[in-house]
T-cell receptor
């Protein structure tokens, strides 16, 4: 049973437009959520996070939104750039009890 | 500064053989994690160390898998009697603390292929 679900395996967006990556979770004990970005042949790198006490966190072009009642979060990238092309993993954790649980990832392609 | 280093980057072995995968975490990071990523999947948790001790090994699939971190720094993941289903990218990560909201810093992984 997947506790973190990324239902879109891939997404293609025009350069300059907004990219929206979605993630759903089932475990109501999760209280901290993270997005990681992965390029081929490299390990995932931390991108942005959000605590369950917030509903939005912004860092430059990246914004994460959390809807606790719907158990849903999303990552917005605006404007999208070709260098953003990568696989994006959503991850969640109960901060009092590791480990981090990852979704299957969404491959984002930003087309110039 | 130096990130998490994993060696080898690639390992090809025959079914039934023993392999060791090494991880050098970021200096000063007390928490160390091993994950496994199969094709088309996200990283799946294997084991977590806080210092020298395994704080959570619930993700190890069976007793063929074992990991150590004897001095609280370098860790080795050991797989006995390898099977073709063990083929995956094995990722190591470290974090400053072991708390769930301390972001993990991943190495580039070891791609294990069992033939």
């Amino acid at each position: 049973d997947q506790q973190v679900k990324q239902n879109s395996p891939s997404l293609s967006v025009q350069e300059g437009r907004i990219s929206i990556l979605n993630c759903d979770y089932t475990n109501s004990m999760f209280d901290y959520f993270l997005w990681y970005k992965k390029y081929p042949a490299e390990g995932p790198t931390f991108l942005i996070s959000i605590s369950s006490i917030k509903d939005k966190n912004e860092d430059g072009r990246f914004t994460v939104f959390l809807n606790k009642s719907a158990k849903h979060l999303s990552l917005h990238i605006v404007p999208s750039q070709p260098g953003d092309s990568a696989v994006y993993f959503c991850a969640a954790v109960n901060s009092g009890n590791t480990p981090l649980v990852f979704g299957k990832g969404t491959r984002l392609s930003v087309i110039a | 500064g130096a990130g998490v280093s994993q060696t080898p980057s690639n390992k090809v072995t025959e079914k039934g053989k023993y392999v060791e995968l090494r991880c050098d975490p970021i200096s000063g990071h007390t928490a160390l994690y091993w994950y496994r990523q199969s094709l088309g999947q996200g990283p799946e948790f294997l084991i977590y160390f806080q210092g020298t001790g395994a704080a959570d090994d619930s993700g190890l699939p069976n007793d063929r898998f074992f990991a150590v971190r004897p001095e609280g720094s370098v860790s080795t993941l050991k797989i006995q009697r390898t099977e073709r289903g063990d083929s995956a990218v094995y990722l190591c990560a470290s974090s400053l603390e072991g708390s769930g909201d301390s972001p993990l810093h991943f190495g580039n992984g070891t791609r294990l292929t069992v033939t």
